[in-house]
């Protein structure tokens, strides 16, 4: 399973376009990068999903690199709600593998 | 998006006694489910994964007869932790696959309190 490594924490502004990154360096041929968002108390969310160059929806952009061994979370114009834990998972598709979260990147956004 | 619910969302109960957190995948059939557990300011900590009519693949460290998975059917997966005592208060999660995507499918979590 390819490890991720992540930022322990990160302050933010309103606002501000807030990125995250996740080193992956083991990333598999055949694995996918998968960012969730975990309140307190809740299950995570998931957020986005990609396996290469870039990938956009209605919350964020993800950007992956050519060697896939590192991606970036892009949260625009990040609001007092964003404040949450927001973890990097790289597995292959199929659902059926065993996800092994890292410590996740605690996102604090202040007023 | 697929949804995962789990039942209670929070139990207390006493040191000795077994408790039963039901998972299940509202709006789609999940040929695998997972198990976490998350203490406070921790990361999810896998536990085990659980294939519908199949033993449960529990990750090391974890002890199977105190966790209790049963996969019975595609949509409900039960964890009962057995003789529980303080040291099992934890935030329990649940996730499960429709074997498509590599997107797990969380539920909302189980607050355990053993007294």
């Known amino acids: 399973l390819a490890k991720t490594t992540q930022p322990i924490s990160m302050d933010s502004y309103e606002g501000q376009e807030v990125n995250i990154t996740c080193s992956h360096n083991?990333?598999?041929?055949?694995?996918?990068i998968t960012w969730y968002q975990q309140f307190p108390s809740q299950g995570p969310r998931f957020i986005i999903q990609g396996y290469k160059t870039k990938v956009t929806n209605e919350v964020a952009s993800l950007f992956i690199p050519a060697d896939r061994k590192s991606s970036t979370l892009s949260l625009p114009r990040v609001s007092l709600s964003d404040t949450a834990v927001y973890y990097c998972l790289v597995g292959p598709p199929g659902g059926g593998f065993k996800t092994i979260f890292g410590a996740g990147t605690r996102l604090f956004v202040k007023a | 998006g697929a949804v995962v619910s789990q039942h209670p969302s929070r139990v207390i109960c006493k040191s000795g006694t077994s408790v039963k957190i039901e998972c299940r995948s509202l709006?789609?059939?999940?040929?695998?489910m997972f198990w976490y557990r998350q203490f406070p300011k921790k990361s999810l900590m896998l536990m085990a994964t659980?294939?519908?009519?199949?033993?449960?693949?529990?990750e090391q460290g974890v002890e199977k007869d105190k966790f209790l998975i049963n996969h019975a059917s595609l949509t409900l997966s039960t964890l009962t932790v057995t003789s529980a005592h303080p040291e099992d208060s934890s935030f329990y999660i649940c996730?499960?696959?429709?074997?498509?995507?590599?997107?797990?499918?969380f539920g909302p979590g189980t607050r355990l309190t053993v007294t």
């Open positions: 709006d789609f059939q999940a040929t695998t």
């Open positions: 996730s499960a696959s429709d074997g498509g995507r590599a997107e797990q499918y």
């Open positions: 083991n990333i598999a041929t055949n694995d996918y």
């Open positions: 659980s294939n519908e009519g199949s033993k449960a693949t529990y």
